[in-house]
């Protein structure tokens, strides 16, 4: 099987080392993996998740009687904060997610970015696009998402200017240009079905609470109330793991409906 999100890490590096603007980044703090997305439903190819936004500003939610507007109750105060992921002895400072088999089925043809390479380009440079797109999330100051954040550290689609694509694109230009290993490319050039029938399956790392992964989560703090009289609503704890390690990974199966588990059939090993 075809082992997608290694693929892609693989194809990463070398793009990090033969981009000048990417050089920067320290991929032993990237973690790329799968999310599972139907080709035909709308939505993101890719995003790059930032875990390194500082803890919020402490804050807590509040309930207003509809009728008089008065305060009824409030919860607990809080922080936002980011999980910790830690694999052996690198603290990840960014994810980066990829849609299958949404994003196997990305194609110049139908997107914004043509118009910002020659006619007759290989279609699956919007897949390579996408790859440097991502990188090019990463801030060089460690602080963020270049040219945006959203509260919850993730890319949005409003974060870029057009300047944005156009960098992108000058840079995928420039990295074909430098002659890469043609096999590092080529698993981008087939489509999601041509995939499967090649390696017999196609499988990307995900962790281990799948479909989730790691996310802002609210954390409650001891603070003084603001209106003591008001009824405080207790947070409900985090819900996911607040410290993620290589042992949250699992190996999943894609397909176009789902994303299975791999486990180890059989007893059976050559010894
Ligand atoms: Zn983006």
Redesign the pocket.
């Known amino acids: 099987m075809i082992n997608y999100t290694e693929r892609i890490a693989l194809l990463m590096d070398d793009i990090c080392r033969r981009t000048p603007r990417l050089s920067f980044i320290n991929l032993r703090e990237v973690l790329v993996f799968g999310r599972h997305g139907r080709a035909d439903a709308e939505g993101a190819f890719a ?2 998740h930032c875990l390194t936004l500082p803890e919020s500003e402490p804050g807590y939610y509040f309930w207003r009687d509809r009728a008089t507007g008065e305060l009824t109750r409030r919860s607990e105060w809080f922080v936002t904060k980011s999980p910790e992921v830690r694999i052996g002895s690198s603290r990840i400072k960014y994810l980066i997610s990829f849609v299958l088999p949404r994003f196997c089925g990305q194609t110049l043809e139908r997107s914004r970015k043509a118009e910002l390479y020659p006619p007759g380009a290989p279609a699956w440079l919007a897949k390579l696009d996408t790859v440097v ?2 990188l ?2 990463i801030d060089p100051d460690a602080e963020g998402i270049r040219k ?1 954040i959203r509260a919850d550290g993730s ?3 409003r ?2 200017g057009p300047e ?1 694509y156009v960098e992108v694109a000058e840079m995928v230009n420039a990295y074909l240009a430098t002659s890469p290993d043609p096999a590092l490319l080529e698993f981008l050039q087939h489509d999601f079905d041509t995939l499967q029938r090649r390696f017999d399956g196609v499988v990307a790392t995900t962790f281990k609470n799948f479909p989730s992964f790691p996310q802002r989560y609210m954390q409650p703090m001891e603070l003084p109330p603001v209106e003591p009289a008001i009824r405080i609503e207790p947070m409900k704890p985090p819900s996911q793991p607040l410290l993620y390690t290589e042992d949250d990974l699992h190996m999943r199966q894609f397909t176009e409906q789902a994303a299975r588990r791999l486990t180890r059939k059989g007893a059976h090993r050559a010894a």
């Open positions: 995003t790059c797109h991502e090019y999330h945006l890319d949005s689609p974060s870029h944005f």
